[in-house]
């Protein structure tokens, strides 16, 4: 029902969007300011809508441009925007721009959908078939996408900007080690629905594995003026207590004499070399008997702990102590027999003063032969030989049965001592034998020299060819290594079929027995070492460090 207007009323003035802009263009042309920038006098508004007013912003501010709209919330349809968002003045956003945004968004949902396939793949997780199905075939899809358009990531937009992802880096080797600022991972927490024995298996598993650069290539060799050198200036912090043992120990010199005299024989035993303080008691000994008789007694001092003492050497030693230097008798070319000869000896003469028989590590690996136990203990058990000897092992009462035990007659007296085995034990080869490396014994970079100024120079030539091979092979596998990121022992060598033909080519001999011939020098001297592969080739290789070798091949081209 529409209201009835008076007569005096006046139809109020309808301001439109259209009627603005006229009047806008009209006080332009007139040099006066636009009437949109000056408020309108409020005027009762008719019943219903405006005519042409219809989808139509309202103006809160004269300059449309850059004033901010609503719109009407009945004309509000769906899929528009209520709002509409303020941008500045001249900021225009290129087509192109807009597309690398969607694909920089499309790119991270191939990533998203390429590490949900990876994880997939390698923990197994699959919970629902249909699930799994619809979801596989989406990030494929994805995934298959990303190959076509890869193009697309390099390159720069139309208006002369770089693209959102740049060309990335040649990967790099990575250097051994953490690197900066990293940290170490966190270990897997366990789940919490396990059963308690699950739990201490989870917390007991193995870790990865680890291996170190660290080999026993890489070690120094130690050789004998370094050992010498080491042994002078150490200085000891228990000399005093060692030097009071020995003194203490020495106070039963006389007991000793005693149970010689008795038909006993000793056996020293205990922690520490025993050497000094026997050869202490000789030399008591050798003195009482001076003082006593006038002349010195028959005294034989074995080193057992030689590598190269055998029983032979023994008894003649005793033979020719009883016999004296100038005796032209023979003594028999087995053990048995000249064992045999010096009974019978002892036998036809009278023996005022018993021979004394030292042996210094009787459990020593040279002695430790049945065959050798059973010829000493027939020896000791002589009334005219007094046996004192010293064991080093634990385990030395395992040599001898009751048999032996009784022909030996030992009295054992506890003689620990502490003192270093420095005699006893040889430091250099025995490190060497450890680390497995004993063919160096000819003493390094001089000791080859040594050795092959006596050799002809064919033979100087071979050497000569077999370090340079040896060195351009370990330089191809060093590189080999570092490519793979790992640095093993590098282990050089040169195959025996291909150092001949080089040989060959060299004229340094003609065939392969001259070959051999010259190899043979080379292994008599431990200067070369000889392997085989797993195919089963023969492999020569200089038994040295890298520098080394670089430094005796500098040596042979001089």
């Given at each position: 029902?529409?209201?009835?207007?008076?007569?005096?009323?006046?139809?109020?003035?309808?301001?439109?969007?259209?009627?603005?802009?006229?009047?806008?263009?009209?006080?332009?042309?007139?040099?006066?300011?636009?009437?949109?920038?000056?408020?309108?006098?409020?005027?009762?508004?008719?019943?219903g809508?405006?005519?042409?007013?219809?989808?139509?912003?309202?103006?809160?501010?004269?300059?449309?441009?850059?004033?901010?709209?609503?719109k009407?919330?009945?004309?509000?349809?769906?899929?528009?925007?209520?709002?509409?968002t303020?941008?500045?003045?001249?900021?225009?956003?290129?087509?192109?721009?807009?597309?690398?945004?969607?694909?920089?968004?499309?790119?991270?949902?191939?990533?998203?959908?390429?590490?949900?396939?990876?994880?997939?793949?390698?923990?197994?997780?699959?919970?629902?078939?249909?699930?799994?199905?619809e979801?596989?075939?989406?990030?494929?899809?994805?995934?298959?996408?990303?190959?076509?358009?890869?193009?697309?990531?390099?390159?720069?937009?139309?208006?002369?900007?770089?693209?959102?992802?740049?060309?990335?880096?040649?990967?790099?080797?990575?250097?051994?080690?953490?690197?900066?600022?990293?940290?170490?991972?966190?270990?897997?927490?366990?789940?919490?629905?396990?059963?308690?024995?699950?739990?201490?298996?989870?917390?007991?598993?193995?870790?990865?594995?680890?291996?170190?650069?660290?080999?026993?290539?890489?070690?120094?060799?130690?050789?004998?003026?370094?050992?010498?050198?080491?042994?002078?200036?150490?200085?000891?912090?228990?000399?005093?207590?060692?030097?009071?043992?020995?003194?203490?120990?020495?106070?039963?010199f006389?007991?000793?004499?005693?149970?010689f005299?008795?038909?006993?024989?000793?056996?020293?035993?205990?922690?520490?070399?025993?050497?000094?303080?026997v050869?202490?008691?000789?030399?008591?000994?050798?003195?009482?008997?001076?003082?006593?008789?006038?002349?010195?007694?028959?005294?034989?001092?074995?080193?057992?702990?030689?590598?190269?003492?055998?029983?032979?050497?023994?008894?003649?030693?005793?033979?020719?102590?009883?016999?004296?230097?100038?005796?032209?008798q023979?003594?028999?070319?087995?053990?048995?027999?000249?064992?045999?000869?010096?009974?019978?000896?002892?036998?036809?003469?009278?023996?005022?003063?018993?021979?004394?028989?030292?042996?210094?590590?009787?459990?020593a690996?040279?002695?430790?032969?049945?065959?050798?136990?059973?010829l000493?203990?027939?020896?000791?058990?002589?009334?005219?030989?007094?046996?004192?000897?010293?064991?080093?092992?634990?385990?030395?009462?395992?040599?001898?049965?009751?048999?032996?035990?009784?022909?030996?007659?030992?009295?054992?007296?506890?003689s620990?001592?502490?003192?270093?085995?420095?005699?006893?034990?040889?430091?250099?080869?025995?490190?060497?034998?450890?680390?497995?490396?004993?063919?160096?014994?000819?003493?390094?970079?001089?000791?080859?020299?040594?050795v092959?100024?006596?050799?002809?120079?064919?033979?100087?030539?071979?050497?000569?060819?077999?370090?340079?091979?040896?060195?351009?092979?370990?330089?191809?596998?060093?590189?080999?290594?570092?490519?793979?990121?790992?640095?093993?022992?590098?282990?050089?060598?040169?195959?025996?079929?291909?150092?001949?033909?080089?040989?060959?080519?060299?004229?340094?001999?003609s065939?392969?027995?001259?070959?051999?011939?010259?190899?043979?020098?080379?292994?008599?001297?431990?200067?070369?070492?000889?392997?085989?592969?797993?195919?089963?080739t023969?492999?020569?290789?200089?038994?040295?460090?890298?520098?080394?070798?670089?430094?005796?091949?500098?040596?042979?081209?001089?």
């Amino acid at each position: 029902m529409k209201r009835k207007l008076n007569d005096d009323d006046t139809d109020p003035a309808i301001v439109t969007p259209a009627t603005s802009r006229l009047r806008q263009v009209s006080d332009n042309a007139d040099g006066t300011d636009s009437p949109s920038s000056v408020a309108d006098t409020p005027t009762k508004r008719r019943r219903g809508r405006p005519p042409g007013s219809t989808n139509k912003n309202k103006t809160l501010l004269g300059d449309t441009a850059n004033s901010l709209t609503l719109k009407s919330p009945a004309t509000h349809l769906p899929g528009t925007k209520l709002f509409s968002t303020p941008t500045k003045p001249g900021a225009d956003v290129s087509h192109e721009k807009k597309e690398a945004v969607v694909r920089n968004a499309d790119r991270s949902a191939r990533r998203k959908s390429a590490r949900t396939l990876i994880a997939r793949t390698i923990t197994g997780g699959l919970s629902d078939e249909d699930d799994l199905n619809e979801g596989d075939t989406l990030a494929h899809r994805i995934w298959n996408d990303d190959n076509v358009e890869g193009e697309e990531l390099i390159g720069t937009l139309d208006d002369g900007t770089e693209a959102t992802e740049l060309v990335p880096d040649t990967p790099s080797k990575r250097r051994p080690g953490r690197p900066k600022g990293a940290r170490r991972k966190r270990s897997p927490t366990p789940p919490q629905d396990l059963p308690p024995h699950e739990q201490y298996f989870f917390h007991n598993r193995t870790g990865g594995v680890r291996t170190s650069n660290n080999t026993l290539d890489s070690v120094a060799l130690l050789n004998h003026e370094e050992y010498f050198d080491s042994i002078r200036v150490h200085v000891d912090p228990h000399d005093s207590e060692i030097e009071f043992l020995k003194d203490l120990h020495s106070r039963s010199f006389h007991q000793w004499r005693f149970e010689f005299e008795e038909g006993f024989n000793l056996c020293l035993y205990g922690w520490g070399s025993k050497r000094k303080l026997v050869m202490d008691y000789v030399q008591w000994l050798h003195t009482r008997c001076i003082k006593s008789t006038g002349k010195s007694p028959p005294i034989v001092i074995v080193n057992g702990y030689n590598s190269t003492l055998n029983i032979r050497e023994i008894l003649n030693t005793v033979a020719n102590s009883l016999l004296g230097p100038d005796h032209s008798q023979k003594l028999g070319s087995q053990p048995a027999e000249i064992l045999d000869f010096i009974f019978s000896h002892l036998s036809k003469q009278a023996i005022t003063d018993p021979l004394t028989l030292v042996i210094h590590s009787i459990d020593a690996s040279p002695l430790r032969r049945q065959a050798t136990q059973v010829l000493l203990a027939g020896l000791a058990s002589h009334t005219s030989i007094n046996l004192l000897a010293t064991a080093d092992t634990p385990s030395f009462p395992l040599l001898w049965d009751s048999s032996l035990r009784e022909q030996y007659n030992f009295i054992f007296h506890d003689s620990t001592t502490f003192a270093p085995f420095s005699s006893e034990i040889n430091i250099v080869d025995d490190v060497h034998e450890l680390l497995g490396r004993s063919g160096r014994r000819v003493g390094g970079r001089e000791g080859v020299g040594f050795v092959l100024k006596s050799l002809p120079e064919k033979a100087r030539d071979l050497y000569r060819i077999l370090v340079s091979e040896q060195l351009a092979g370990m330089e191809e596998a060093l590189i080999e290594s570092d490519e793979a990121e790992d640095r093993p022992g590098v282990q050089g060598g040169v195959e025996y079929r291909a150092l001949y033909q080089k040989a060959v080519e060299e004229f340094i001999c003609s065939n392969e027995m001259n070959f051999r011939t010259l190899l043979k020098e080379f292994h008599d001297h431990q200067m070369i070492s000889s392997r085989k592969d797993p195919l089963g080739t023969e492999i020569l290789c200089v038994p040295f460090q890298k520098q080394e070798l670089e430094a005796i091949l500098e040596d042979l081209v001089g």
